[in-house]
């Protein structure tokens, strides 16, 4: 009897565990195979920058840093494929909302129920099969650890029981000093990629690109503000040429030369032609003396006519 009692009690058991698991299969199986998240926007508040965003066609993508104390806002697509018992539950880590309300529903078709709480950071609301778009604000806490950022669950989606999250947006968060680093680095590495792509000489690309490697183990190591210092000193003024502009430069050098070297020779066949000149004239000079001392005997009118003459040709060559 008691061997009875026994084996009914066994496979009552059995069929209670098999029932249960059949019960909550599906739920992990979809879960597994399809993401209930299915795309997300992250925004600077005020100024509304793209800073990051999912989708399955394009995947991950982050576009500018996200710092603690940073006023943002989620955009995000839940897909309820499957309903069940009980409520499904959104929760953030963001903190203080700029208008005093986490959560906005953005599409409608989807009843949330009357247990949602749009002023709380964590809402429950229906379990019931659909797909709604949601948008969180708040500001990123800001993380006592490392410089180097802290991971950041701005949205979590749990089930009834809220244990295992079945979907979250994770970002990490950095530090100001961090995210003045990274958008003077991607300045700093765009500006690399010009020198590269102006023939500008090896060696100074390599200087180049040292000191942006060193400034990235600077930073890693959470010696930011010497990793900034490092890239400062990447603000020169006078850097080398391109290419382009030596190919421009060689050439105008070369004709301004040629131009010069025409000049000098011009120059030396003017004066050349100008002492021949001169030399002609002094002989002219020397004779006319001769010959006005002798015309001075003859008429005196003629001879200081000529000695005029004379006198104008001295000042003409600079005797």
């Known amino acids: 009897m008691n061997k009875k009692i026994l084996a009914l009690t066994l496979v009552l058991l059995l069929t209670t565990i098999y029932l249960s698991s059949v019960s909550i299969s599906p739920i992990k199986a979809q879960n597994t195979t399809s993401g209930w998240i299915t ?6 508040y005020n100024s509304g920058q793209l800073l990051a965003s999912y989708s399955a066609s394009a995947g991950n993508q982050s576009f500018a840093p996200i710092a603690p104390s940073e006023e943002v806002k989620v955009t995000f697509t839940v897909n309820v494929f499957t309903a ?3 409520d499904l539950k959104l929760s953030t880590s963001l903190q203080n909302p700029p208008q005093g309300q986490y959560w906005t ?3 409608q078709g989807y009843s949330l129920g009357s247990d949602f709480n749009p002023d709380s950071q964590q809402a429950s609301f229906n379990w019931v099969t659909g797909t709604f778009t949601m ?16 991971p950041v669950n701005l949205v979590t989606l749990y089930g009834p029981t809220s244990g295992i999250p079945l979907d979250q947006i ?11 680093f990274q958008t003077l680095y991607n300045e700093k590495a765009a500006h690399l990629r010009d020198l590269k792509s102006g023939g500008v000489a090896q060696g100074y690309v390599d200087l180049y690109t040292n000191v942006l490697n060193e400034s990235t183990v600077e930073a890693n190591a959470g010696q930011v503000t010497s990793a900034i210092a490092l890239l400062n000193q990447l603000n020169i003024s006078n850097e080398p040429p391109s290419s382009t502009t030596q190919a421009i430069f060689i050439p105008v050098v070369g004709a301004l030369a040629a ?9 030396l066949r003017i ?7 001169q030399l002609v004239v002094e002989d002219q000079i020397k004779d006319l003396e001769g010959l006005t001392m002798r015309i001075s005997k003859i008429d005196r009118g003629m001879s200081s006519n000529l000695e005029s003459v ?8 600079g005797m």
């Open 84 to 86: 069940g018992s009980g």
């Open 170 to 180: 994770t970002v990490s968060s950095t530090s100001a000093a961090m995210a003045q």
């Open 271 to 277: 004066r050349g032609k100008i002492s021949y000149f």
């Open 135 to 150: 948008t969180v604000a708040g500001v990123v806490p800001t993380s006592s650890s490392s410089q180097t950022g802290a």
């Open 259 to 267: 131009v010069a070297v025409i000049f000098a020779v011009l120059f």
């Open 39 to 44: 795309s997300y926007n992250i925004y600077e």
């Open 105 to 107: 529903l953005s599409s």
């Open 310 to 317: 004379k006198d104008r040709l001295k000042r003409l060559v």
